[in-house]
């Protein structure tokens, strides 16, 4: 009986019947799970990270390849590099991986007269790929083989800078099992640790002559009383003034073998000194991935006012702030803060701008260790999946941002809520406010400048803040009052910081002065604390315009936020540059959410004059923010 039932199955299923390879096709839902390819285990190549910068200064040797590997023709006579890698490999018994070999082979190229062709090196790569080992190595080789009185290791924080100098104390003094030197001929060299908080310095003697390698944190006194031969900058993406850069860096100016290395992985718009050194090397190199002529537009489309600056480099505020922060660079001059673009060596391993963050490519462009020690594709994929997406763009693919990372609103929501026009082009009738405003100003921490910003209904019942006004405050703030009653017939009311800033002492003079009849609500006490969380939501949440201007975008990139009773505030002494800017603009726009503007209907232009209550001025114009050079 069940012979003749399992003829009938087979004649009653004639696809049954068929050899098994026939029957194994893509999809049936009669072959087993087990029989299927499973996608996930595809086949891929093993990842391997790229020894060659996808950007980098090309060498000046030319002619047959050399023994670098890569393709150049550098050779024993053109670079101390192969020094250094014999050093690290025999001395430091230390195995490089091979883009850090590629590095110090390029980067220490030498002129025909034997001095370094480079003097300031900007090494751009993704984190936790070796840049610490590299330093402690390049160090030692500084100290030992060239025998140089002073390294320097830096970084925005002490801790940071301690590590590597910890890493390199260690690795003069291992031991073995037995008690022995693991490394003899850097222990029989070492003089003294000191180990004094603030003081910390190895010292060794190399035929009498004393070196020393000392770590500071990166502040304006990093390099008193120092001539610095050997500086490592870490984590100059941190740097958010030039103050530490002109600090640090005055210390070399003596010595002509001298060489400031700086790593860092990518930063963002408030990164001030490692934006602009990359862009000045991007820009010698022909602009290879557009940063530099995007930096323009922004700058053109911005309408900044500091054209002059460029490249967002150094500019006399900037001077200023340096000159006042450090007797010892009191005559320092503007070009002193420049960087010369024939000393600046680039290698950045990056992802290209346009890479996702899920290709694989851009993995191994981005991480140069990759494959050959603790970083492994799982590891990227498992950030990948858990990271803020900018957060691992930065870190893990070195890839730039538009704004700022880390800035007073979430990475993204300050850009996607600007009005958008293309260089040049006017501000659209759409795009501009109609009827009412409520006006907020603020002023410099240092009294420099005063911003007067507006806020109110566009046409389609958005809400929109603008910078109407600014001036320097050299010759008083009295110009505040008088702008605004100039244009009573459009202002609601004025706000300012009730107490404790300098625009509180203007609005002060403003309640007391009997010519001013324009309503006045300070911003203090819970109202103070609660402005900038209600701004921020209306930000995210894209319930407010703003006119991409340059002053403001500025502003809100460099500001930085602090605890207030519970909430958070812009901190005008951490922020970078001056914050009047955003916080006009943030104050103007929270008087219009806590008031619930009604939208009003499209005004023809003869309403902008029309008879104001008493005590009241009416304007007989209406104010352009774009004309009017904002």
Sequence with gaps: ?????????????????????????????????????????????????????????????????????????????????????????????????????????????????????????????????????????????????RGVPVVLSTAQ???????????????????????????????????????????????????????????????????????????????????????????????????????????????????????????????????????????????????????????????????????????????????????????????????????????????????????????????IASKAKSDPEWKFRTEALCQWPDGAIEGIYPPGAWEAIGVKREPGEPLGEADRIVGDVRAAFDVAIDGSKAYIAWCGKRADGELQGEIVAAAPCAAGTDWIGKWLLDHAGRIEAVSAQGRGSIASDVLTRLQTDPKFTIPITPIEGPRLTAAHSRVSEWVTSKKVRHLNQGPLNDAVAGAKLKQLSGSRVIDQFKSTGPTAAAIAWEFAVFECTETRFVPPPPPPPKVLKAERPSGRRSTSREFDPVTSGF
């Excluded at 001395?91 to 034997?114: N, S, Y």
Aim: proline share 5%; with cysteine; aromatic share 6%.
């Design 1 to 145: 009986m069940a012979g003749s039932q399992a003829s009938a199955s087979a004649s009653s299923s004639p696809s049954l019947a068929k050899p098994a390879s026939a029957r194994k096709r893509s999809g049936d839902p009669r072959v087993k799970a087990s029989v299927r390819p499973d996608p996930r285990k595809r086949d891929r190549r093993k990842l391997v990270g790229k020894t060659v910068p996808r950007i980098f200064t090309p060498p000046l040797a030319e002619g047959a390849p050399g023994p670098c590997g890569c393709g150049c023709a550098l050779t024993e006579a053109t670079t101390r590099g192969f020094a250094a890698v014999e050093f690290a490999e025999e001395i430091c018994k230390v195995t490089l991986r091979p883009w850090q070999r590629w590095l110090l082979i390029h980067a220490l190229e030498t002129l025909p007269d034997g001095t370094y062709r480079f003097q300031n090196i900007l090494v751009l790569v993704a984190r936790q790929n070796g840049k610490s080992t590299l330093s402690v190595v390049l160090s030692l080789w500084a100290m030992v083989a």
């Design 157 to 379: 924080d002490l801790d940071t800078a301690e590590e590597i100098w910890q890493a390199g104390v260690n690795m003069v003094e291992e031991l073995d099992d037995e008690e022995q030197p693991v490394r003899p001929d850097l222990y029989e060299l070492k003089e003294h640790v000191s180990l004094v908080n603030g003081k910390k310095a190895l010292v060794m003697s190399v035929d009498r002559q004393i070196s020393r390698w000392k770590v500071k944190a990166a502040s304006r006194k990093a390099g008193r009383g120092l001539s610095g031969d050997l500086i490592i900058l870490d984590e100059l993406r941190e740097q958010q003034n030039w103050e530490a850069w002109s600090a640090i860096t005055y210390t070399t100016m003596a010595r002509p073998m001298s060489q400031v290395w700086c790593f860092s992985n990518a930063g963002d718009i408030s990164s001030v000194v490692l934006r602009h050194l990359r862009l000045s090397a991007h820009e010698a190199l022909g602009d290879p991935d557009g940063a530099v002529l995007a930096e323009a537009e922004r700058i053109v489309a911005a309408e900044a006012e500091r054209l002059g600056a460029g490249l967002g480099g150094p500019d006399e505020y900037d001077l200023k702030q340096v000159q006042d922060s450090d007797p010892d660079l009191a005559d320092i001059e503007l070009d002193d803060l420049e960087v010369d673009t024939d000393d600046l060596f680039i290698a950045e391993w990056s992802a290209a701008p346009d890479k996702s963050k899920w290709d694989r490519d851009g993995w191994e462009q981005a991480n140069p260790s990759l494959g050959y020690g603790d970083i492994t594709e799982r590891k």
